[in-house]
C-alpha cells in the first residue's frame, strides 16, 4: 500500500441562490454549475444567473448546462452569464457543442443498456474538453439522486472524467475511491429541496472528497 495525492475536482450544479453560491466558493470548489436545461427543476433565467455570478470568487468556473437547447439560447446565456465551460446534455453534436468557441463536456448516460466505450465517446466528440458520466437513461435528465454501477465506466478513457449521479456526502467517499474521477459533479446530493442547497451537506461532501484524495491505494502493478 502506498499514500498517493490525487486531487478530485468538485463541481457544485444546480445553483440557484448566491449565498450557496458563496459557501461553495469558500468551500474550494472549482465549479458551479448554471442549469438552463428546459425540464430542469433547477432552472434558472439567464438574468438570474448573471446576478448570481457575482457572488462567484475568482479562479471558480462558471458551467452552463444545456440539454438540448437551441443555438440562441445558448448564445443569450453566452452573453448574459459569461461562463467559462459549457456542458450538453442532451442529442448534440461535437459541431454544435464547439461552434461556441470554449471548452465544453459532453455528458453521458450510463442508465440504459448501451455499451458505452472510450473509443467511441472520442470519436463522437473529438473536441470534447471532458466526459461525464450521468446515472440518467439516454434521452432522459439528469439530476435523478440515483447512482449507476460506477464499474460500468469504459476503461482506456483518454479525456478526463466526471462522475455523476446519485453522488452523495454519504456515498462519495467510495465512489472517489472506486473509480478515481478526474471530477465529481453533485447536485441533488447537497440539497434540503430542489435547488435549495444544504451548507452541512456541502461542507460533508468536500471533507469526504478530500478524505478520499489522501486515501491509501494500492501501487500499480
Known amino acids: 500500500m502506498s499514500r498517493t495525492l490525487f486531487r478530485t475536482r468538485i463541481k457544485f450544479c444546480g445553483m440557484t441562490r448566491a449565498g450557496d453560491i458563496r459557501l461553495a466558493s469558500e468551500l474550494g470548489v472549482d465549479a458551479v454549475g448554471f442549469i438552463f ?8 433565467a439567464p438574468s438570474e ?12 468556473d462558471v458551467v452552463a448546462l444545456f440539454q438540448n437547447n437551441g443555438r440562441e439560447e445558448v448564445r443569450e446565456v453566452l452573453r448574459a452569464v ?3 465551460v459549457l456542458q ?9 457543442c464547439r461552434s461556441f468557441n470554449l471548452p465544453y463536456l459532453k455528458a453521458i448516460a ?3 443498456d448501451a455499451e458505452v466505450s472510450a473509443r467511441g465517446l472520442q470519436q463522437l466528440y473529438p473536441h ?6 450521468d446515472s440518467h437513461s439516454a434521452g432522459g435528465s439528469g439530476g435523478t439522486g440515483v447512482a449507476f454501477d460506477w464499474s460500468q465506466i469504459p476503461p482506456g478513457m483518454q479525456r478526463p472524467y466526471l462522475l455523476a449521479g446519485g453522488i ?6 467510495e465512489a472517489v475511491i472506486a473509480t478515481r474521477p478526474w471530477g465529481v459533479d453533485v447536485s441533488s446530493g447537497i440539497e434540503s429541496a430542489p435547488g435549495l442547497k444544504d451548507g452541512d451537506r456541502m461542507r460533508r461532501f468536500v471533507e469526504e472528497v478530500r478524505r478520499a484524495d489522501v486515501a491509501e491505494v494500492e501501487p500499480a502493478a
Open 128 to 133: 470534447a474538453a471532458g466526459f461525464l458520466f
Open 110 to 112: 450510463m442508465g440504459g
Open 168 to 173: 452523495r456526502p454519504e456515498n462519495v467517499h
Open 49 to 60: 444567473a448573471r446576478a448570481m455570478r457575482q457572488a462567484i470568487a475568482p479562479l471558480v
Open 88 to 96: 450538453f446534455h442532451g442529442d448534440e453534436d461535437d459541431g454544435f
Open 82 to 84: 459569461r461562463p467559462t
Open 37 to 44: 436545461a428546459r425540464e430542469s427543476r433547477r432552472r434558472v
